[in-house]
């Protein structure tokens, strides 16, 4: 498999992915190419199209334009543009509508990391007003507010995250939701807490990231990310399905 195709198919796994974690057929992952000039996007939903293949990516150059791809283009692009246009070190971008992280910031209070894996939230994921991917300025926006975090809660409507690689976000992606649904869980007996504010630096220097990485002890990084995506990408391989509810 070349590095395009490898990419493509980890893309349609985190789709796969994220189609058991939450539970919603809405929202697309996309990655940089290797050579960072293109990007690929995967929807998470099956084609309208009954003549469509399924397990299609379409491909974008940076601006948006279409390069290939045999399937509609997402509404919502600039959540998957700004990004790559803002931030140089994000390789891949998630949007969805995480529902128990929706509910959770429906309520005003932020999603915050109340165990070690999701360290890297720091004082709690951003959260904005609704807005909608369709709309250039909101894509900017989603940007702006996101500031150093690796995600932005929409209220009412869904998640941009972001990370370095398909992997990164996926993870990112499944520890902001199952964070959410821990959070309800802890609110049931009383108020949750977040982990100390040193344990992302602590578990940053036991686990650094490979090579001269100056994320290194930044937010963005995600610890244990590759291990825990190939966990669910042996599932995805072997077609099996679950549900975190
Ligand atoms: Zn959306």
């Known amino acids: ?122 004082k709690g994921i951003p959260i904005s007003s609704w807005m909608y991917g369709t709309i250039r300025s909101h894509g900017d926006r989603a940007v702006r507010l996101m500031g150093e975090s690796c995600a932005l809660m929409i209220k009412g409507h869904g998640a941009v995250v972001i990370g370095e690689d398909i992997e990164e976000a996926c993870i990112n992606t499944m520890r902001m939701e199952r964070g959410a649904k821990m959070m309800l869980y802890a609110a049931t007996l009383g108020k949750p807490a977040p982990v100390p504010p040193g344990v992302g630096k602590v578990l940053g220097a036991i686990y650094p990231p490979p090579g001269n990485d100056k994320q290194q002890g930044k937010r963005l990084r995600s610890i244990g990310h590759k291990i825990e995506f190939q966990y669910y990408e042996r599932l995805v391989k072997k077609g099996e399905k679950w549900s975190t509810i």
């Open 1 to 122: 498999m070349n590095e395009l195709s490898e990419l493509k198919d980890k893309l349609l796994t985190t789709a796969k992915i994220l189609q058991c974690e939450l539970h919603d057929m809405w929202g697309h992952v996309s990655a940089k190419t290797p050579d960072g000039e293109r990007f690929l996007l995967a929807m998470l939903r099956p084609p309208a199209d009954s003549e469509a293949p399924v397990d299609d990516a379409l491909e974008f150059d940076m601006s948006g334009r279409l390069l290939s791809g045999g399937r509609n283009v997402p509404d919502e692009i600039h959540f998957h543009l700004a990004p790559y246009k803002h931030r140089k070190n994000v390789g891949a971008v998630i949007h969805c509508h995480p529902p128990i992280a929706l509910s959770v910031v429906s309520t005003g209070r932020k999603i915050i990391p109340i165990y070690q894996l999701a360290a890297h939230f720091g």
